[in-house]
């Protein structure tokens, strides 16, 4: 009977929170539901799938002229793009899809998705969540398979927010439009800032949601707000795109992460720092090559206030990577430290595909801390011996 009233009375401790998490429940990072567009419609797969209804995509609502197309599929003498697996959507004229994404209200979330142009030159897409929103310009050819995975961010205001992509263009032909594919989420987290660091995410170890299952890392476009960053901590002052990449299918310097910067000075990242007036501080970070065949010279210009470096990158047959380091005083309690690539590098294989050097584990110390440091050591041995002779 005690066993019997025991199990009871956990049953109802632990109902309240089985339904507390029901109700609570968020998106996964990872695919949005049909964030692939691989669920079959009611109908099937047809070979020109022109959407009319507002809910022929399962899991997606439509307006306009969407189109699913097929891998492989020909539109007159071209072959359309599908990112990844044998399914996308290709948005017309002023056409966009939806769907409303559970979240967590008042945290930051990264949006990935692959994007490839079709017909037109000057195509672009929105992408939208409540009343923020960023348009992606496709018209830049990043490589030579012709998509690339792009990452965009922004604050959950409410408990969902509608995530809506739309084809802003109108061509002549009302079908050329951007095709998308392989859609996903990602809770961000800025990172705390380091005791002995300056930087926030110097590692750029917290970033967008990466697909394992292509090595073309994710661009993160043009973005000036740095409390919605898709790179927390950072932001990308430019019009043109830097790239997130990964140890899986890049050489990177430290950890799992880093940034290879790309278009020379249209990709700046950036970040202001916290600084103490007319104090002496060293910028260092590691500077390297991805092993993409980016063809060489590789630099950066790096800038910490008023001080500005163009630094190279030296190839080492025992690294990938080396250390480079920018001595600079403080003027203010903020100070601005950024990254560009001094040339517009592609790659030797294809001469197309734009390509850069890579940055990772930035850092900004105090440079008079060193001297202080080293005394602290040299005080903690001498009492160490002190006491070791007093023993003997």
Known sequence: MAQSSTRMKWVFMLVPLFLLHA????????????????SSPSNGFPNEAIIEGPSEV????????????ESGQKQGGMILIVPQGRHAIRLGNDAEISQDVPVEKGSIYSVTFCAARTCAQLESLNV??????????????????????????????????????????????????????????????????PKDNAVINGDFEEGPWMFQNTSMGV???????GETSSLPGWIVESNRAVRFIDSDHYAVPQGRRAIELLSGKEGIISQMVETKPEKPYTLTFSLGHANDKCKEPLAVMAFAGDQTQSIHYTPNSNSSFQIA???????????RIAFYSVYYNTRSDDMVSLCGPVVDDVRVWFSGSNGLRGLGFLHLGLMILGLVLVLV
């Open 23 to 38: 109700f609570t429940t968020t998106a996964e990072d990872g695919l949005v539901s049909n964030g692939d567009f691989e």
């Open 58 to 69: 399962p899991n997606w609502k439509s307006n306009g002229t969407v189109e699913l197309v």
């Open 325 to 335: 380091n920018l001595n600079f005083t403080a003027k203010a309690d903020m100070t």
């Open 219 to 225: 661009l993160l476009p043009t973005n000036l707000d």
């Open 128 to 193: 939208s969540v409540a009343s923020a929103s960023q348009t992606i310009d496709l018209q830049t050819l990043y490589n030579v398979q012709g998509w690339n995975p792009y990452a965009v961010s922004f604050n959950a205001d409410e408990d969902t927010f509608r995530l809506v992509f739309k084809n802003p263009g109108m061509e002549d032909d009302p079908t050329c439009g951007p095709i998308i594919d392989n859609i996903a989420i990602k809770k961000l987290f800025t990172p705390d800032k």
